[in-house]
């Protein structure tokens, strides 16, 4: 998980209520078995929904002209509970740093270290759920991009401080683009014929 430098918010970048998918209803964040997640290129691993959704965003940056698009580092898609812990603690500390940003772990106040990025609490982020994406280099025309076309295959961002970190929305209703992707790619896959 890399340090991220903070980047100016565009105007326009569309958040959202997450609605989460009825397959994680019973699972704990962080805790999710393989058969609830799915490679994703060029690294990591997403649940299905979001996973499906991402590569069709990924596949239509790249015919949109952006020739890079994939996330920060393996740790930036999903994070167990565990992996998530680790980059917590490398961000914030139990000892008190004037003026510093806090989140609560555990009932214990944590204060973020200066130089670091916000990490969410340990079995609190939307990585633990297999729906996040850190977008490498989420700047100029690919961020611009992304402003422009994230909502249509159901990514939003979170907080405006942190124009990398999108995640997959709308729960078990695929988006309308997702769904055109993937009846683009039924078509062009070659069918077997019976002879």
Not at 28 to 39: C, D, I, N, R, W
Not at 50 to 72: D, H, M, S, V
Request: charged share 20%; aromatic share 10%.
């Amino acid at each position: 998980m890399a340090t991220k430098k903070k980047a100016p918010a565009p105007a326009g970048r569309p958040k959202k209520k997450l609605v989460i998918p009825a397959s994680l209803a019973h699972i704990k964040p962080g805790e999710l078995p393989q058969s609830l997640l799915v490679a994703v290129k060029p690294y990591g691993q997403l649940h299905p929904l979001a996973a499906q959704a991402y590569t069709a965003l990924r596949e239509a940056a790249f015919a949109a002209g952006i020739n890079t698009f994939k996330p920060t580092s393996l740790g930036d898609t999903y994070r167990s509970v565990s992996l998530q812990k680790q980059g917590f603690l490398a961000r914030y500390q139990l000892e008190p740093i004037a003026g510093a940003s806090t989140r609560t772990w555990e009932g214990r106040t944590y204060y973020q270290k200066p130089g670091t990025a916000p990490m969410a609490a340990p079995g609190s982020s939307r990585h633990n759920l297999g729906l996040a994406v850190d977008i490498s280099e989420a700047s100029g025309d690919r961020l611009a991009w992304m402003v422009a076309n994230c909502d249509r295959f159901g990514f939003c961002w979170e907080v405006d401080s942190e124009p990398w970190h999108i995640f997959y929305y709308p729960g078990d209703k695929i988006p309308a683009a997702v769904e055109a992707w993937k009846q683009a790619k039924a078509a062009a896959s070659p069918t077997l014929q019976q002879g």
